[in-house]
């Protein structure tokens, strides 16, 4: 079984063996080649020490920001290869970072302590694959299984819970039974993981294939723990799984995925997403589209400009997505016909330029001052009464007749 390598690791291996150390490629970028993916990064694993790493590979520009764990970042044309010592780890007092690591010189005990099978071969030119835990027949046969005892991997990092279903949401796996067991059994130590690293896994799931994958956090009762307030809900109405389908049928897109997520707890969402450390403009986005989920879509040009004056086009465009997979999941064909419709005006629109903004309009603040009008707030209705007059009439959306029809209004005492 062969391997394609970038020229960067190939070197690295090859300056390894040649300075008398072993060197093997690790974890994801061996699973994801045997998949037929090409890797986002490739580590290597290897017994030399960091400070012979950094020795043999003093030509190239290094990174010793691991140096603490054993690790080497080497930049090879612009690639980072991240070089790390054979180690075995102490306890986890945090339930995710090692006390301490100790430098070993097999690569056999260095996989022992990897989360999952499939991430825990290793691979070189010269053996081949070294696979240890019965990694490559779990990725043929599509499963998620814990290296060893699940309940010891879960206690030393908490996070593995959620890495284990994110992996079967990325790949379309299924997780052994003894390691969804377990866990259940320690879904309550993911209080113990920090926000930021939560966060991050759920986008994951939301962005997957497998979106409807999320169910097995309410299965094993870490949404209980993450987002309570969504899992009494579900609980409540027993709601969850038309919530799954709706995710699985909606485009993926984090504001889209978001916003059916917490479309029955609007009301909750942005404080929720705040405590998980979300970036402000998708709260902002996700908040937004919530607030607008109850307008009423019509088939007719001039409506759909004046909803996409209202809510802005990018929240106007997610709410199309979200209200598409609630009908998706409902089945309700006639209204998806309304759906698709709709989104071709929008497109139409869009494509013709069709003023529905104050950015569109061919005239400004400035110009409606050089007619005589300074009070903002006058200004600003006027612009207002102005965008209406084209949303109704595209054609008028020209700056001669624009003044002009703002003199007129002018003329009214508006």
Avoid: W
């Amino acid at each position: 079984m062969e391997i394609k390598l970038p020229e960067g690791a190939r070197y690295i291996l090859k300056k390894l063996y040649s300075s008398g150390y072993k060197g093997y490629i690790v974890g994801g970028c061996v699973r994801d080649s045997l998949l037929g993916k090409v890797p986002a990064d490739f580590d290597i694993a290897s017994n030399a020490q960091p400070c012979d790493v950094m020795d043999m590979f003093k030509d190239f520009k290094l990174l010793s920001t691991g140096l603490k764990h054993g690790t080497v970042t080497v930049i090879i044309d612009n690639m980072p290869f991240e070089v790390t010592t054979f180690r075995k780890e102490g306890a986890y007092s945090d339930y995710r970072r090692p006390d301490h690591v100790e430098f070993i010189g097999t690569i056999d005990e260095d996989l022992s302590r990897r989360d999952f099978t499939i991430n825990s071969m290793a691979y070189n030119p010269r053996e081949g694959l070294v696979d240890l835990y019965g990694g490559y027949e779990d990725l043929c046969n599509g499963i998620i299984r814990c290296v060893g005892d699940a309940d010891a991997r879960f206690k030393e990092d908490a996070l593995r819970m959620m890495r284990a279903i994110r992996f079967s949401a990325q790949l379309g796996f299924e997780i052994d039974k003894y390691t969804f067991d377990s866990i259940v059994a320690n879904a309550a130590l993911i209080k113990k993981i920090s926000c930021e690293r939560i966060k991050d896994e759920l986008c994951k799931m939301l962005l997957s294939d497998n979106a409807g994958k999320l169910s097995l956090l309410f299965k094993a009762g870490l949404m209980d723990n993450i987002i309570p307030e969504l899992s009494d809900h579900v609980k409540l109405y027993r709601s969850e799984g038309h919530l799954i389908k709706c995710i699985d049928e909606s485009d993926k897109d984090l504001v889209v995925r978001l916003t059916i997520m917490f479309y029955e707890i609007a009301s909750l969402a942005a404080g929720i997403l705040k405590r998980l450390k979300f970036q402000n403009s998708i709260i902002d986005n996700v908040d937004k589209t919530l607030h607008f989920r109850g307008i009423k879509l019509k088939e007719d040009r001039v409506s759909i400009k004046r909803e996409l004056k209202e809510t802005g086009e990018e929240c106007f465009i997610h709410l199309l997505a979200v209200r598409e997979a609630l009908v998706r999941a409902d089945n309700e064909h006639e209204k998806l016909i309304k759906i698709d419709n709709i989104k071709e005006i929008v497109q139409d629109i869009l494509n013709k330029n069709e003023c529905f903004n104050r950015k569109m309009l061919c005239i400004g603040g400035n110009d409606i001052k050089k007619i005589g009008v300074n009070d903002g707030r006058t200004i600003g209705l006027m612009i207002d009464a102005l965008i209406n007059k084209v949303i109704e009439n595209p054609e008028l959306n020209k700056k001669d007749i624009l003044i002009k029809y703002a003199e007129e209004i002018k003329k009214t005492d508006f």
